[in-house]
């Protein structure tokens, strides 16, 4: 059975989250380790494929029209977005260290 992380805010889909699990147990998107090549790797924000954005449409719209689709792709951007700027704002320091001491090489 596939169950979210609990650890990683930006991710949403239940089986990449399950997979993803295994490879960030220790990973802390409040302080990530860009000194780390998995973690640095990490996207920001997540992608919104036409697959994934099918499926809320189809779990999460009744009647499924032209406004409705755009309604839904506008809220599922929104969070995207929202989630991504969560995980920079913790990680501004980080990433403002991190850059200063890689111009400084």
Known sequence: MLSHCGECPQ???????????LKHKTM?????????????EQNILDPLSFDILLL???????????NTVRDQFETSLQAKIQSAREIFIFNLSNITKKAQQERAK
Do not use: M, P
């Open 56 to 66: 809320e449409v189809s779990c999460n719209v009744k009647d499924i029209n032209v």
């Open 11 to 21: 991710h949403r889909n239940l089986k990449a989250c399950a997979v993803q699990t």
């Open 28 to 40: 802390d998107w409040k302080n990530v380790d860009l000194n780390n090549g998995y973690e640095r």
